[in-house]
């Protein structure tokens, strides 16, 4: 079924702003901003199908939106979540069906560095932005009217050229996308979960303690700890080696300091404590997420307010949502139990200060492992492919291998490096980033482990799942492919693993969704000595990052698994609201006496394998609380 365009309603509000009050501050995310006292919507332009767009005033926004038969029309905007939140918010309006450019434009063009307007509308040959009529507003809670005319054809100009950008896209894009694109802005403008608000405000105190606690550790002031010059004199000084690396934007070498630093993060693992304790205490202050997320949902939460979760689709390259409305549902910290399985307190505080409304439960569900399994099917490892289907434990079963006796979840230290170990190496992990990874307790418990021993245990992954390692070879060899097709004259696509499943030309590696992993400007160097291409890297968004045949496998795992997932969420989202999303996790909100019958379903609809991978074994697990506990 095609976008049927006489139904589309085209619509743009212009709001009022200034200097302490702006989406460009730090101290506002999107729910906020519209939520706040100090909003006012200054107009909004409507657009019906094809027809001629109309725009309205203060004073006439309200009866011209409700004069809309908003259960039969589709919304249409450049960036959905907003203005879809304000019709909800403000004019209690709720359409039949959201569409949102911004959202089509991620996926179709990945590695833009904004999917705004002002980039796609000369892109797509529709027009350009006029930003001078929307600054001349800014601090104006009452326009004047020399400023009418200019501001409404700014308005209305904008309308006009989202929808034509639309027509353009809509031709080409998957209906199942639009579907998912339509349940993720829902998730936002059509809240359903709530805030336990002194939960969430003792997760605030708890972030403030444990940081004044890390910088107490190591003796030295956080303002030592923020300067990068000083601390790398400490840990020089403490005997540690100070990574470096080449800077994206200066080209020069700088402190490797990041959390993605892998050099960095494993001198959390350094045997000297005082290394240790600057590694941490530096990490924690320069993190605020977990600080200003809690404070972000305290404010959400605020006066029996309901908790807008925002999700950007296609936010990452691989077509995985990214946590939006600088709060990050993506990733909240789940509960961590100890050796006898006993909660340990106040972890995951913030996941679970989400709790469901009155008479209902949250019900998650996760698909276990998918992308060890989608790695093992598209490699063709046929003993994992056989454990899987079989309900074995594959992290047990490596750690046997790596510790030469049984191990099962009674020994959850040994388990947790098998657990590492096929989470990880399947992706070309090298040892030195296995090591990082179990120090800073990434999958598991904070692990101390040696270079040697996890040099050891790569080597044991690498010679246990041949087929794997066989598949880094064939990824090395697209690389190659898609960077000689750059500068061939056949346009034609090579077909590669399972010719229903992927195929790739010179730029992108097309999914079984119709949608792409794009790698454009890809290049390489080439090597004399060993007469091969290597350091392959491509252009996303402003700068060059480089691709290896170990990311290259993970982005398409992760892509695979991404579109299993999602239609899974489709299926589930016919029968239960589905709420919101973790990457491999889905939630519901049921009606409490539902509960088991809704997790059965979502467990039913989770272990059922796309048509194109009928052969994949899939399994996934959940729970049902009334807060988000799982």
């Given at each position: 079924m095609r976008v049927d365009l006489s139904k589309v309603v085209t619509l743009d509000?212009?709001?009022?702003?200034?200097?302490?009050?702006?989406?460009?501050?730090?101290?506002?995310?999107?729910?906020?901003?519209?939520?706040?006292?100090?909003?006012?919507?200054?107009?909004?332009?409507?657009?019906?199908?094809?027809?001629?767009?109309?725009?309205?005033?203060?004073?006439?926004?309200?009866?011209?939106?409700?004069?809309?038969?908003?259960?039969?029309?589709?919304?249409?905007?450049?960036?959905?979540?907003?203005?879809?939140?304000?019709?909800?918010?403000?004019?209690?309006?709720?359409?039949?069906?959201?569409?949102?450019?911004?959202?089509?434009?991620?996926?179709?063009?990945?590695?833009?560095?904004?999917?705004?307007?002002?980039?796609?509308?000369?892109?797509?040959?529709?027009?350009?932005?006029?930003?001078?009529?929307?600054?001349?507003?800014?601090?104006?809670?009452?326009?004047?009217?020399?400023?009418?005319?200019?501001?409404?054809?700014?308005?209305?100009?904008?309308?006009?050229?989202?929808?034509?950008?639309?027509?353009?896209?809509?031709?080409?894009?998957?209906?199942?996308?639009?579907?998912?694109?339509?349940?993720?802005?829902?998730?936002?403008?059509?809240?359903?979960?709530?805030?336990?608000?002194?939960?969430?405000?003792?997760?605030?105190?708890?972030?403030?303690?444990?940081?004044?606690?890390?910088?107490?550790?190591?003796?030295?002031?956080?303002?030592?700890?923020?300067?990068?010059?000083?601390?790398?004199?400490?840990?020089?000084?403490?005997?540690?080696?100070?990574?470096?690396?080449?800077?994206?934007?200066?080209?020069?070498?700088?402190?490797?300091?990041?959390?993605?630093?892998?050099?960095?993060?494993?001198?959390?693992?350094?045997?000297?404590?005082?290394?240790?304790?600057?590694?941490?205490?530096?990490?924690?202050?320069?993190?605020?997420?977990?600080?200003?997320?809690?404070?972000?949902?305290?404010?959400?939460?605020?006066?029996?307010?309901?908790?807008?979760?925002?999700?950007?689709?296609?936010g990452a390259h691989t077509g995985r949502w990214s946590g939006g409305d600088k709060m990050n549902a993506q990733n909240l910290p789940k509960e961590e139990r100890d050796d006898n399985n006993v909660p340990i307190p106040l972890t995951g505080e913030l996941r679970k200060s989400i709790i469901a409304p009155p008479g209902h439960q949250i019900v998650v569900c996760d698909s276990k492992q998918i992308e060890c399994r989608v790695l093992a099917w598209l490699a063709g490892q046929q003993d994992m492919l056989d454990l899987f289907a079989t309900n074995g434990d594959p992290y047990c079963a490596l750690a046997t291998e790596i510790y030469g006796r049984s191990i099962t979840k009674a020994d959850p230290d040994e388990r947790a490096v098998g657990k590492c170990g096929v989470l990880g190496l399947g992706f070309y992990m090298g040892a030195k980033r296995f090591m990082g990874t179990l120090a800073a307790g990434i999958l598991g418990p904070k692990l101390d482990m040696p270079l040697e021993e996890c040099q050891a245990i790569v080597d044991i992954y690498r010679s246990k799942n041949r087929a794997i390692k066989n598949l880094w070879r064939k990824m090395e060899q697209m690389l190659y492919r898609m960077l000689v097709k750059k500068s061939s004259d056949s346009p034609d696509a090579i077909t590669v693993f399972r010719p229903d499943v992927i195929e790739y030309d010179a730029t992108t590696v097309w999914l079984p969704n119709g949608m792409g992993l794009h790698y454009p400007d890809l290049h390489a160097e080439w090597n004399e000595r060993f007469e091969r291409y290597n350091d392959y890297s491509y252009r996303a968004n402003k700068e060059f990052v480089h691709i290896h045949s170990g990311l290259l496998t993970e982005n398409i795992v992760q892509a695979l698994a991404r579109i299993i997932v999602g239609l899974q969420m489709l299926e589930i989202a016919k029968r239960y609201s589905v709420v919101m999303m973790s990457h491999d996790e889905i939630a519901c909100i049921a009606k409490t006496e539902e509960a088991q019958t809704c997790l059965d379903f979502m467990v039913e609809q989770m272990s059922i394998p796309p048509l194109w991978a009928s052969d994949l074994p899939l399994g996934a697990e959940g729970g049902f609380d009334v807060c988000y506990s799982k």
């Open positions: 509000f212009e709001s009022y702003y200034d200097p302490k009050y702006s989406l460009r501050l730090k101290t506002y995310n999107t729910s906020s901003y519209i939520r706040d006292p100090q909003f006012k919507a200054h107009c909004v332009a409507l657009k019906f199908g094809d027809g001629e767009t109309v725009t309205y005033r203060d004073k006439d926004i309200k009866d011209a939106l409700h004069a809309v038969d908003w259960k039969s029309s589709h919304l249409l905007c450049q960036n959905t979540a907003f203005d879809g939140l304000i019709l909800s918010h403000h004019y209690g309006i709720v359409p039949a069906f959201y569409y949102d450019t911004m959202s089509m434009a991620r996926g179709l063009h990945a590695n833009m560095s904004r999917a705004s307007l002002a980039v796609l509308a000369p892109m797509y040959g529709v027009g350009s932005k006029n930003v001078k009529a929307l600054a001349n507003t800014k601090g104006l809670r009452n326009i004047p009217e020399e400023l009418w005319p200019e501001f409404l054809a700014y308005n209305a100009e904008d309308t006009r050229q989202c929808y034509e950008i639309f027509k353009i896209m809509s031709a080409c894009f998957p209906e199942a996308e639009l579907d998912l694109i339509d349940l993720t802005i829902r998730m936002f403008c059509e809240p359903k979960l709530y805030v336990d608000v002194p939960r969430a405000q003792a997760e605030v105190d708890r972030e403030i303690a444990r940081k004044a606690e890390l910088v107490a550790l190591t003796g030295v002031t956080e303002a030592d700890l923020q300067s990068s010059a000083k601390l790398a004199a400490l840990l020089r000084a403490a005997g540690a080696e100070v990574p470096m690396k080449l800077s994206a934007r200066t080209k020069m070498q700088t402190f490797a300091f990041a959390q993605t630093d892998e050099e960095f993060v494993a001198l959390a693992a350094h045997p000297d404590e005082k290394v240790r304790h600057l590694v941490q205490a530096r990490l924690g202050v320069k993190s605020t997420i977990g600080e200003t997320r809690a404070g972000r949902f305290v404010t959400s939460g605020q006066d029996g307010q309901r908790l807008p979760i925002m999700l950007n689709y296609f």
